[in-house]
C-alpha cells in the first residue's frame, strides 16, 4: 500500500513527537546549563549560584553557572537563543535584556517572544533615588527645587545608557517637571561609589544594592520606585507619596529556556522551580539582601515581559535614548 506525501509527513511529526515525548520524560540525563549574563560575583551571581546549587539537588544532575557577560545582556541571551530546545541550556533574564535591549539596540541578536519559553519570575527589586550623605537633600521635594533652580546642572549617575536606573531618572524628569543630566558609567557599583564619595550627588539604583550602604550611613534613600513601600525600608516612601507620581521602575529576573522546548521539560523545571522560591533557605537570605522573591506560572511571566516591554518601548521613545 503506498502513502501519500502528506500521511509521510504527518508520521515523520508523529514519530519526531514521541521521540520528543520520550526524551523529556527521562529529562535530566546530563548537566544542565545555567546561563548569567552578567560577570561573577555581581548581584545575579548572588541569586544564581545559590538557586542553581538547588536545582541540581532537585534534579539529580549539576547546573553549572555560565556567566557570559557584555553588550547589557545581549550576549547572553543571544548564545541561549541558538541553543537547542531541548532544557538543557536555561537563561537567567531580566527587565534589562528582554523588556529593554529590544527596543535600544538594532539587532540584539535574539527575540524575547520567539526565542524564548518563560517558566517562572524568580525576584525583583525596585529602583530607589539614592543621594550622597554629603549633599543637602533630604526628600524628593529638595532635590526638585534644586533641579528646577538650575535646570540641566543636577547629574544623575547610572549603570551606562539606556539601562532600567537610567529610565527611571527619565521617568523622574517627566513626572517632577525637571531637566537632570544623565552621567553614563560602566556599571551600577562605579556609579554607587561616586555618590558615596560626593564625585556625583546621586542616582537609581536597586534597593538590593544601596541598602547596605544606606544601613552604613553612607547614602540616604529618598523615594522608592514602586507602588508600595519595601518592606526592607519601610519608613522611605513610594515616588507617589514623595511627589513623583508615575515613577515606577521594578528590576525583575526569571528563568527561560529555548522555545520549543518540549512541555513536559518546561512542567519539569516549573514545578522544581517554583518549588525552590517557596523555601526558607532560599528566600531568606535573599530578602536579607533586598530582593523580593517571586514565583509564577509560564503564562503570567510571559504577560508581565509584554506589558512592560511595551511600557519600556514608550519611556525610551519618550526619551529618545539611543545605543545603536
Given at each position: 500500500?503506498?502513502?501519500?506525501?502528506?500521511?509521510?509527513?504527518?508520521?515523520?511529526?508523529?514519530?519526531?513527537?514521541?521521540?520528543s515525548?520520550?526524551?523529556?520524560?527521562?529529562?535530566p540525563?546530563?548537566?544542565?546549563?545555567?546561563?548569567?549574563?552578567?560577570?561573577?560575583?555581581?548581584?545575579?551571581d548572588?541569586?544564581?549560584?545559590?538557586?542553581?546549587?538547588?536545582?541540581?539537588?532537585?534534579?539529580g544532575q549539576?547546573?553549572?553557572?555560565?556567566?557570559?557577560?557584555?553588550?547589557?545582556?545581549n550576549?547572553?541571551a543571544?548564545?541561549?537563543?541558538?541553543?537547542?530546545?531541548?532544557?538543557y541550556?536555561?537563561?537567567y533574564?531580566s527587565?534589562?535584556?528582554?523588556?529593554?535591549?529590544?527596543?535600544?539596540?538594532?539587532?540584539?541578536?535574539?527575540?524575547?517572544?520567539?526565542?524564548?519559553?518563560?517558566?517562572?519570575l524568580?525576584?525583583?527589586?525596585?529602583?530607589?533615588l539614592?543621594?550622597?550623605?554629603?549633599?543637602?537633600?533630604?526628600?524628593?521635594?529638595?532635590?526638585?527645587?534644586?533641579?528646577?533652580?538650575e535646570?540641566?546642572?543636577?547629574?544623575f549617575?547610572?549603570a551606562?545608557?539606556?539601562?532600567t536606573?537610567?529610565?527611571?531618572?527619565?521617568?523622574?524628569?517627566?513626572?517632577?517637571?525637571?531637566?537632570l543630566?544623565?552621567?553614563?558609567?560602566?556599571?551600577?557599583p562605579?556609579?554607587?561609589?561616586?555618590?558615596?564619595?560626593g564625585?556625583i550627588?546621586?542616582?537609581?539604583?536597586?534597593?538590593?544594592?544601596?541598602?547596605?550602604?544606606?544601613q552604613?550611613?553612607?547614602?540616604?534613600?529618598?523615594?522608592?520606585?514602586?507602588e508600595?513601600?519595601?518592606?526592607?525600608?519601610?519608613?522611605?516612601?513610594?515616588?507617589?507619596?514623595a511627589g513623583a507620581?508615575g515613577?515606577?521602575?521594578?528590576?525583575?529576573?526569571?528563568?527561560?529556556?529555548?522555545?520549543?522546548?518540549?512541555?513536559?521539560?518546561?512542567d519539569?523545571?516549573?514545578k522544581?522551580?517554583?518549588?525552590?522560591?517557596a523555601?526558607?533557605e532560599?528566600?531568606?537570605?535573599?530578602e536579607?539582601?533586598?530582593?523580593?522573591?517571586?514565583?509564577?506560572?509560564?503564562?503570567?511571566?510571559?504577560?508581565?515581559l509584554?506589558?512592560?516591554?511595551?511600557?519600556?518601548?514608550?519611556?525610551i521613545?519618550a526619551?529618545?535614548v539611543?545605543?545603536?
Amino acid at each position: 500500500m503506498m502513502i501519500s506525501r502528506l500521511g509521510r509527513a504527518v508520521f515523520s511529526a508523529m514519530a519526531l513527537a514521541a521521540v520528543s515525548l520520550a526524551h523529556a520524560a527521562d529529562y535530566p540525563q546530563k548537566p544542565v546549563t545555567l546561563v548569567v549574563p552578567q560577570p561573577p560575583g555581581g548581584a545575579a551571581d548572588a541569586v544564581a549560584r545559590p538557586f542553581a546549587q538547588a536545582l541540581a539537588e532537585r534534579l539529580g544532575q549539576p547546573v553549572v553557572v555560565e556567566n557570559r557577560a557584555g553588550a547589557n545582556g545581549n550576549i547572553a541571551a543571544a548564545y541561549v537563543a541558538q541553543r537547542p530546545a531541548d532544557g538543557y541550556t536555561i537563561f537567567y533574564g531580566s527587565i534589562s535584556t528582554l523588556a529593554v535591549n529590544p527596543h535600544l539596540y538594532k539587532s540584539p541578536g535574539f527575540d524575547p517572544f520567539k526565542d524564548f519559553q518563560p517558566i517562572t519570575l524568580t525576584n525583583q527589586t525596585p529602583n530607589v533615588l539614592v543621594v550622597g550623605a554629603q549633599t543637602p537633600y533630604k526628600s524628593v521635594a529638595d532635590v526638585v527645587k534644586a533641579a528646577k533652580a538650575e535646570p540641566g546642572q543636577l547629574a544623575f549617575g547610572s549603570a551606562g545608557n539606556g539601562n532600567t536606573m537610567h529610565l527611571t531618572g527619565l521617568q523622574f524628569e517627566a513626572s517632577t517637571g525637571t531637566k537632570l543630566v544623565h552621567v553614563p558609567y560602566k556599571g551600577g557599583p562605579a556609579a554607587l561609589t561616586d555618590v558615596m564619595g560626593g564625585q556625583i550627588p546621586m542616582m537609581f539604583h536597586n534597593l538590593s544594592a544601596v541598602l547596605p550602604v544606606a544601613q552604613a550611613g553612607k547614602v540616604r534613600i529618598l523615594a522608592v520606585a514602586d507602588e508600595k513601600r519595601s518592606p526592607l525600608a519601610p519608613d522611605v516612601p513610594t515616588m507617589a507619596e514623595a511627589g513623583a507620581p508615575g515613577t515606577v521602575q521594578i528590576a525583575w529576573s526569571g528563568m527561560l529556556v529555548r522555545s520549543g522546548t518540549p512541555a513536559p521539560i518546561v512542567d519539569r523545571l516549573h514545578k522544581e522551580m517554583v518549588a525552590i522560591l517557596a523555601t526558607p533557605e532560599f528566600r531568606k537570605p535573599q530578602e536579607a539582601q533586598g530582593s523580593e522573591i517571586l514565583s509564577s506560572t509560564p503564562q503570567e511571566f510571559e504577560a508581565r515581559l509584554k506589558a512592560d516591554s511595551q511600557r519600556m518601548a514608550e519611556v525610551i521613545k519618550a526619551g529618545n535614548v539611543h545605543i545603536d
